[in-house]
């Protein structure tokens, strides 16, 4: 069967940051428009400001007033405001912050409407881009209360390993506080079905890591363990989740016991993402599953401290690129595949018939 190109839309993030430079040098990538139609959420003399210098040769793009008609042959941008902006690469500026959202909202729509298949978001400064209408710690719960979902889970996705966390941004004090088993099920049961449909797996194992040192030794060193993690696992093994652990955070990476899962759920940020940062081979993706559409992003920041300097990796960019192209496609085939399951099971009968050369009346 012949493979969907989807429609990709990028939002620009912090203009002053590496969200546009990372982006262009991505969607410059010669291969990329076999797979997909990239189409820019921003304004093409912000692109045009990031573009010098960083690219060899030529970056043509067209501009498309309509959404409905891009050009697949070439990067499209949409313009999503009509003035000048004074890009300062570099520094934190609420003025610029602004232009993240108005580039988020307006390609999260065409997410919404369905005019663009997945959306990569380029970073944001979570500071400057606070204001009445977005104040949210980060994308995920952002888009979380947009498409009106339950729950969600922030999940970085790599070639050797997959790590989501319980809970996200929020101050570590907070953390033991914030969790309770049903909480905990509840991203066990998304990282499952993401697992599944996204990613393929028929019978996904997640490891779940403790919270206190050594997973509380039995507990002699705290008791979130016994008394949630634990209650937490089982539950979700009731409904045949295939959860594992607690397992003690620092030997469990240390030793490679990752390598023995499909994913990994870490009870807070920095205990998911510094191993998940360090040990990744290939590039990170910040994946938000558990939404009806498909979100990533590269798994680092505005790297204000390099902006401008045409220095910046874009390979995490490009593999968000690959990352949503497939997770699109492999929620388009499993549709497919259970849309009239007979029909295909009996093409398939047939198929494996033919393989073995049996012949029908
Ligand atoms: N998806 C998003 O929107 C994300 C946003 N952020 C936000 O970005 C801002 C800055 O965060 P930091 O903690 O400083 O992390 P950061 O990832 O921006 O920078 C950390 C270090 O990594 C380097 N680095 C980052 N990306 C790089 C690239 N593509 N190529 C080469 N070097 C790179 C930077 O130069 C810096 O030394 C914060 O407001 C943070 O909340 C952070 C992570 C993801
Ligand atoms: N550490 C991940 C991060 O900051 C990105 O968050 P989000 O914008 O994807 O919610």
Request: proline residues 4%; glycine residues 6%; charged residues 25%.
């Amino acid at each position: 069967m012949e493979k969907i190109k989807p429609i990709i839309g990028f939002s620009c993030g912090d203009l002053n940051g590496v969200g546009l430079e990372v982006v262009i040098k991505a969607v410059s990538n010669n291969q990329l428009l076999s797979i997909c139609t990239p189409i820019i959420f921003a304004n093409n003399k912000c692109i045009n400001f990031y573009k010098k210098g960083i690219i060899e040769g030529n970056f043509n793009f067209t501009i498309v007033k309509d959404l409905a008609t891009l050009n697949t042959k070439q990067v499209n941008v949409y313009n999503c405001w009509e003035e000048d902006v004074a890009i300062q690469p570099g520094q934190m500026n609420t003025e610029i912050g602004k232009y993240a959202w108005i580039s988020l909202k307006t390609a999260t729509e065409a997410l919404k409407n369905g005019e663009i298949h997945a959306l990569v978001t380029a970073p944001i400064h979570k500071k400057t881009i606070l204001s009445d209408e977005f104040h949210y710690t980060g994308h995920t719960p952002f888009l979380k209360e947009y498409f009106d979902c339950q729950d969600v889970v922030m999940f970085m996705c790599a070639e050797n390993m997959r790590v989501a966390v319980v809970t996200e941004h929020i101050p570590i004090k907070e953390v033991a506080n914030s969790l309770d088993k049903d909480i905990i099920v509840s991203k066990l049961k998304i990282i499952q079905e993401s697992l599944r449909v996204d990613f393929g797996i028929t019978k996904p194992k997640i490891a779940v890591l403790g919270l206190n040192p050594h997973a509380s030794d039995d507990g002699l060193i705290g008791n979130e363990e016994e008394t949630i993690i634990k209650p937490a696992i089982k539950l979700a093994r009731n409904k045949d989740i295939l959860a594992f652990g607690p397992y003690p955070a620092d030997g469990f990476f240390a030793h490679g016991h990752y390598n023995n899962f499909d994913a990994v759920l870490a009870m807070y940020h920095d205990q998911g993402m510094i191993p998940f940062k360090s040990l990744a081979i290939g590039e990170g993706v910040n994946y938000t599953a558990g939404m009806p559409v498909v979100r990533t992003s590269p798994d680092h920041g505005t790297a204000m401290d390099i902006a401008g300097k045409g220095i910046a990796d874009s390979t995490s960019t490009l593999e968000s690129i690959f990352l949503a192209v497939d997770i699109v496609r492999m929620r388009f085939q499993y549709e497919e595949d259970r849309a009239d399951p007979i029909k295909k099971m009996s093409e398939r009968i047939l198929g494996n018939l033919a393989d073995e050369k049996i012949v029908l009346d």
